[in-house]
């Protein structure tokens, strides 16, 4: 469990579960998450396609779909837990906390509408609540797209989404996640749809918008690479809870769980020298997920103790968490 | 072109000023194509992966999908084996169709969700009549260990798998006639590392044993470095460079190829280093329909010159072996 003595936290989220209702029974997705992020700290979630990495962040802004349960945790906005919150109070967390960049853009943006129409109501309905004249809505809306590098914003404003490039959507979309002032923002894999050459543009602006206005950043990344580019603290993510969590230099640095070595050696080098065995099996189902630690199963190290009980994340030092006995020496 | 040529005795696959041409329509009376394969000159000797990158739209699967007889191409011709392919995939021999074979990017949509594995796997076994009819079962419980997997799962349905099984029973699936060449379409581009690193051992241990020859397309150049032995980048229907693998990381040439390696995000300082300096990525890719005169590339180029809006650089060997398609090295 990671002590929260911070003043300048912003987003804690303590032992979060999420599952989600099927035909098959309960799906016991999140298996209590623990996560933090201070003011202007820029923080990478990183994780395989299953992990619960965007159920986390979409139970942050409470956009969880209909089937989805939260038997416990909290999540505190400045000490106010969200899930507790009633709609008006979640609604200004939305319009005034946090924005969330998605992974598709195309998925994100209306296709009939202008990206003007959609980018006004943005503006109208988000920040003090205060009205606005048609006339600064649109001077915000150029200035911010101004600001993501795209030229011609007039022409932009009058487009539909299907008349721009992919690279050109998810500028849209950043635009529109800060155009007006945010204390946090969720990038969900903003790079992934694009290519590389285009996501290194979108991932170079982002990171210099971040920090030009001083806002927070959680990156979701299935790539290590990308978070240890973007992000100052990386938490690794397994079948629903984190396994390990450092700022980024030390975790490249010494890397401790199992998952995360088995994570970085899977990754192909520039450098060469061939390609690691990866990790064996497959994530778990989450219908009966293993009991104990849920990567005993794929796990070259486990003991009789990661059959039986769950390992709690625990600190090994500068501000390093690994949950896992066999780090912890008490296997 | 003409040391391509000099190693034509152990070449396996080459493709020459291959084109393939799509009508979208007409502007004001001229019909309008999308230029996906544009003039491209390829060989691939035997035994040898050959490693296609490029991004998307840059026509590399266009490629594959022409040389597999998928698409018929517009000019130019594909010579397997010493014997000219360039025509229909219906007009090819039974013999050149087993010995050609491909692996596609998306197992849940290349594998049919209502057979099971057996009948997958059962289908080419049949049609290239590889194993008497009575020994089929037996040959598909075979081509289930090839590719590390217990003979219980002929009785599943793709459906029922992981992304990283699928991909494997594509890939017997694809072996199951004895190829000498096979085609792999970016086959774990939607799997996570840790699967990634699984499928990949296996396709080189499978490599080294049946002596096969890839052509692995891919959008991943970190990948490449560790397993190909050349490597061509594709932008807009045209090659930019090939080069041996060694070399192209060493010292890439084309302006394009450096800023692709400049924009990879990287897990440690030794491969930071490696990154060519001072490259900043921009620009994006102009739609292959109306492809800019001169270079394609002159629009997002660091070192455009006069000459690259005007004229299309030409292929020219660099150094022996490395081939540069870029007005800075004519």
């Known amino acids: 469990m990671i002590v929260n003595n911070e003043k300048d936290c912003i987003l804690d989220i303590r032992n979060l579960h999420v599952w989600y209702r099927t035909y098959g029974g309960f799906a016991e997705v999140l298996d209590g998450v623990n996560l933090m992020v201070k003011k202007g700290e820029k923080v990478g979630l990183v994780g395989e396609a299953g992990c619960g990495k965007t159920t986390t962040m979409r139970s942050v802004l409470r956009i969880l779909p209909e089937n989805a349960v939260v038997p416990k945790g909290e999540i505190l906005f400045h000490g106010q837990d969200i899930l507790k919150m009633k709609s008006q109070e979640i609604n200004k967390v939305r319009t005034q906390g946090i924005s969330m960049i998605f992974q598709e853009p195309s998925a994100a943006l209306n296709p009939v509408f202008t990206i003007g129409t959609q980018m006004f109501d943005v503006i109208r309905y988000s920040g003090s609540g205060k009205a606005k004249s048609k006339d600064e809505i649109k001077e915000l809306a150029v200035k911010a797209i101004r600001e993501v590098y795209i030229p011609d914003p007039e022409r932009i404003l009058k487009s539909y989404p299907g008349q721009l490039s992919g690279g050109m959507k998810q500028r849209v979309c950043i635009a529109m996640a800060i155009v007006t002032d945010r204390e946090l923002l969720i990038a969900d894999e903003p790079g992934t749809s694009l290519d590389v050459t285009i996501q290194d543009q979108v991932h170079r602006l982002l990171r210099g918008l971040v920090e030009k206005k001083g806002m927070s950043l959680i990156m979701i990344t299935h790539s290590l690479g990308v978070a240890r580019e973007m992000t100052d603290r990386i938490y690794v993510m397994y079948a629903g809870s984190i396994v390990e969590t450092a700022e980024t230099k030390v975790l490249f640095k010494d890397p401790m769980h199992p998952y995360t070595l088995g994570l970085l050696e899977s990754v192909p080098r520039l450098t060469g020298g061939g390609m690691a065995e990866g990790i064996y099996g497959r994530i778990p189902n989450y219908l009966s997920p293993p009991q104990g630690c849920r990567f005993h199963p794929r796990c070259r190290l486990a003991a009789e103790r990661c059959f039986e009980e769950k390992p709690p994340l625990m600190d090994v030092g500068e501000g390093h968490y690994v949950a896992c006995f066999w780090v912890q020496g008490v296997i | ?330």
Request: hydrophobic share 35%.
């Open chain 2, 1 to 330: 072109m003409n040391s391509i040529t000099a190693a034509a005795e152990e070449t396996i696959l080459r493709v020459q000023n291959l084109k393939t041409y799509f009508p979208v329509g007409k502007s004001g009376g001229t019909p309008l194509f999308v230029k996906a394969v544009d003039g491209v000159n390829l060989t691939v000797k035997k035994g040898e992966i050959m490693g296609l990158v490029g991004e998307s739209g840059s026509g590399k699967s266009t490629l594959a999908y022409t040389v597999m007889g998928i698409y018929s191409p517009t000019e130019g011709s594909i010579i397997f084996k010493g014997q000219d392919i360039s025509v229909p995939s219906s007009r090819r021999s039974l013999s050149v169709k087993k010995d050609l074979q491909i692996v596609f990017q998306d197992p849940g949509s290349s594998l049919n969700p209502r057979q099971s594995v057996r009948q997958i796997l059962e289908l080419p076994l049949r049609v290239h009549r590889i194993v008497d009819r009575k020994n089929i079962e037996e040959k598909v419980v075979e081509l289930l260990r090839m590719v590390e997997l217990p003979p219980h799962y002929m009785y599943k349905s793709p459906v029922s798998m992981g992304g990283g099984e699928r991909q494997m029973i594509s890939i017997a699936r694809a072996l199951a006639t004895n190829p000498q060449f096979v085609i792999l379409d970016e086959p774990t581009s939607a799997l996570d590392v840790s699967i990634q690193a699984k499928i990949i051992n296996m396709l080189l241990k499978l490599q080294e044993k049946k002596e096969l020859t890839y052509l692995f397309i891919t959008h991943d150049l970190s990948l490449m470095r560790n397993i190909a032995t050349r490597v061509t980048i594709m932008y807009l229907g045209k090659i930019c460079e090939t080069a041996p693998t060694e070399e192209f990381f060493r010292s890439p040439l084309h302006p394009y190829t450096r800023m692709l390696l400049s924009s990879i995000p990287v897990v440690s300082e030794e491969e930071e280093e490696l990154k060519p300096k001072k490259v900043v990525s921009t620009g994006e890719i102009p739609s292959p329909v109306n492809v800019p005169p001169g270079c394609s590339f002159h629009l997002r180029c660091p070192e455009r010159r006069e000459v690259c809006m005007e004229v299309d650089p030409w292929m020219v060997e660099a150094e022996p072996g490395h081939f540069v398609r870029c007005h800075l090295y004519s």
